[in-house]
């Protein structure tokens, strides 16, 4: 069953050359807490793309992600997928450049090269060398009695490049004072980094970033916290 997002969908733009109408609303399969879910979720938001959620449990019944009627959507079994334009397309960063190129409204990408490339860097760093090292299966493989430390371990260290970098290109944000793919990938994985007690104390610029987007609507929109399938019970939602 999909659910609506209407977080957004009152301030959908008109102006976009996508399709439009119910019937062809793009479709995620996203799970509330996955950072890579959320990257996607922030990227339609700000491009004010309407989109209907499918949530995917990753811990139902072992993980819906593994069904074979999912297998079938996105081969990795891993979330995020998107249904859009008549295609299914299955990896964040490639998702968010196929909307940057269809739907060039609120662009993410800088038009400065230099700045362009900063920003794939920054993406790479998060979504390369740091998300996949604490993903859910990796962690699972770990085990329990280690995964803290061992989230804490590469987060650290991922975290480092990034304040790195961030310290020559950063404005506002990531990259100058636009608000790029760099901040979709950044805020999430903060939100990782806090789930797994990681001090964030030695990246101020990180969580400076961090707060400044805290209150940006389409961040919100895609918080965790907003999902449909996020779980009512949750303590600090
Ligand atoms: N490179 C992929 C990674 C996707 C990914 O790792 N998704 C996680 C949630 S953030 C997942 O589905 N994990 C399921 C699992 O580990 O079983 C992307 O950027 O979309």
Redesign the pocket.
């Known amino acids: 069953m999909s659910t609506t997002n209407t977080a957004l969908s009152s301030s959908s733009s008109s102006s976009s050359s996508a399709p439009s109408g119910d019937d062809l609303k793009p479709i995620l399969y996203s799970?509330w807490?996955?950072?890579?879910?959320?990257?996607?979720r922030i990227a339609l938001n700000l491009k004010e793309i309407p989109y209907d959620i499918k949530p995917?449990s990753?811990i139902k019944s072992g993980?819906e992600?593994?069904c074979n009627e999912y297998r079938e959507v996105?081969p990795?079994?891993?979330?995020?997928?998107l249904q859009i334009d008549g295609h299914t397309l299955?990896?964040?960063?490639?998702?968010m450049h196929y909307l940057e190129e269809t739907r060039p409204q609120r662009p993410l990408l800088p038009q400065d090269v230099h700045k362009r490339a900063k920003v794939r860097e920054i993406c790479e760093i998060i979504?390369?060398g740091i998300?996949?090292l604490q993903?859910?299966?990796?962690?699972?493989h770990v085990g329990e009695e280690k995964k803290k430390e061992w989230a804490q371990h590469w987060i650290t260290r991922g975290f480092r490049a990034v304040e790195k970098v961030l310290s020559t290109s950063a404005g506002k944000y990531c990259v100058g004072d636009e608000i790029s793919m760099a901040d979709c990938c950044l805020v999430?994985q903060v939100f990782n980094a806090r789930r797994f007690h990681v001090d964030l104390r030695p990246y101020p610029i990180i969580l400076r970033i961090d707060r400044e987007l805290e209150s940006n609507p389409a961040f919100r929109a895609a918080h965790p916290s907003n999902q449909p399938d996020c779980p009512p019970e949750l303590p600090n939602k």
């Open positions: 799970y807490r996955s950072s890579c879910s959320w990257r996607v995917i990753l993980g992600q593994h996105n990795m079994e891993q979330v995020p997928a299955i990896e964040s960063l490639a998702i979504c390369s998300q996949p993903n859910l299966i990796v962690l699972i999430p």
